[in-house]
């Protein structure tokens, strides 16, 4: 009974002195996010909010199905038909590794809508949220 309270003391103890320490201020901690899933996170928001959820006709006829949370270090989020979820996707929005480089592929980039999701895509990764070029 003494031998477990001295342990519970002395662990008490550390915890103790252990929260008292400081860290310095200017050290940033880090996310545990890597380059390429900080980067597809931003234009992944952006895509949701202009092509999504604002009902814009252009993408009315898909749905955003996300895949940022890959365990194989390629995050990414494609458009697929949204009458057939599970269908092949027309697009897929990727990057990978340590690289904030995003890539942009499928049958979407052909089709006159391309210019526009390449500029979008663009914009986002740049870090200008907007949904709209402005001139």
């Not at 380059?35 to 234009?43: N, R, W």
């Not at 270090?73 to 979820?85: E, I, Q, S």
């Not at 809508?113 to 986002?124: K, N, S, V």
Request: proline share 7%; aromatic share 8%.
């Amino acid at each position: 009974m003494i031998k477990s309270k001295t342990i519970t003391f002395v662990a008490l103890a550390g915890f103790v002195l252990a929260s008292c320490q400081s860290s310095p201020k200017s050290t940033p901690v880090p996310s545990g996010k890597s380059a390429a899933l900080l980067a597809m996170e931003q234009v992944a928001i952006s895509a949701h909010k202009c092509w999504i959820a604002s009902k814009d006709p252009a993408f009315r006829q898909y749905q955003m199905a996300n895949e940022l949370n890959s365990f194989s270090g390629t995050p990414r989020f494609l458009l697929v038909p949204a009458k057939h979820y599970g269908g092949k996707p027309l697009l897929v929005v990727q990057a990978q590794g340590n690289s904030s480089r995003v890539d942009v592929f499928g049958p979407l980039m052909n089709d006159p809508l391309g210019a526009r999701i390449g500029a979008d895509i663009a914009r986002w990764q740049a870090g200008n949220p907007a949904c709209a070029a402005t001139a």
